[in-house]
């Protein structure tokens, strides 16, 4: 009786010869086998205040108890980057007006605004989106920007002019000229030691008259977008700019389809 009760406190590992026993295969959570099938990010354009809205990371919104991301923007700044993994339009959600928004503690929200993403079946996609004001009093719209890293690398930037003249920049040690309508790509390179970039702009209606200059900072790796129009005399410039960072740093990645709301577990008597 006692060899008995020895052997089987030894475990079956000890009894098969091995010091260790094989650990069991763990299962993997789905959404860590599975890239987003895009990654984007949201900026107001043309809208000066505040904007919340929320995305169902998987595209479904419509589902009881789907995972939102909430969201706030701000006039002049650009969203974190955003994982969606769903197949269709993004849907865009806004809170809901209630009469008392203190009732409850949790938000509602409604269909916002959808847009169709650019799909790539080899890689996740990265788009820019840029939300501002319809034609109409409280209409909105939203137009996407590609933003892939194939399509603008690191230390790539990508000028669009709206002007209706044409132009002649300079941007760090490049010089270019831009006709109307024109879009151009083009290295962002600083002379070393330097930690800013600068960016001049010359109408050539008339001679060169310099019609903006703004410096900001600069580091290599970076990659952006500028948008030149006409304002009056002069010309405004929109820039959008980006450090390249894993996908798995963007808000909803790894996250489940659905939020299963925590309980308080109950005590039996």
Known sequence: M????????????????QENPIPLPQEIPAAEKVRPRN???LTLWNY??????????????????????????????????????????LVLLR????????????????????VVLPFRPD?????????GSGRKEGEWRVSPLDFDPQVLPKGKFSFVSRSTVPLNLSFGEEKFALSAGEAK??????????????LSVFSRQGGARPVFAQEWPHVNGLRG???????????QVTR????????????????PRITIPDKSPREEY
């Open 185 to 198: 790509k083009v290295n962002g390179i600083i002379k070393e030691g330097e930690r800013t970039i600068k």
């Open 39 to 41: 990654v984007f990010s």
């Open 225 to 235: 977008m500028f948008f030149l129009g006409s304002k009056g005399n002069a010309v």
């Open 48 to 89: 000066q205040g505040r904007l919340d809205v929320a995305y169902a990371p998987w595209g479904n919104h419509q589902e009881g108890n789907a995972t939102l991301v909430p969201l706030t923007l701000v006039t002049g700044a650009r969203s974190e980057k955003c994982a969606y993994y769903g197949a269709g339009k």
């Open 95 to 114: 809170p809901k007006q209630t009469a008392d928004p203190e009732a409850t503690a949790i938000p509602e929200y409604e269909k916002f605004l959808e």
């Open 240 to 255: 959008f700019v980006d450090f390249p960072r894993p996908v798995e740093q963007a808000l909803g990645y790894g996250s």
């Open 2 to 17: 006692r060899t008995c009760l020895f052997l089987f406190l030894l475990g079956p590992s000890l009894l098969l010869g």
């Open 123 to 131: 890689r996740t996609s990265e788009t820019l989106l840029l939300l």
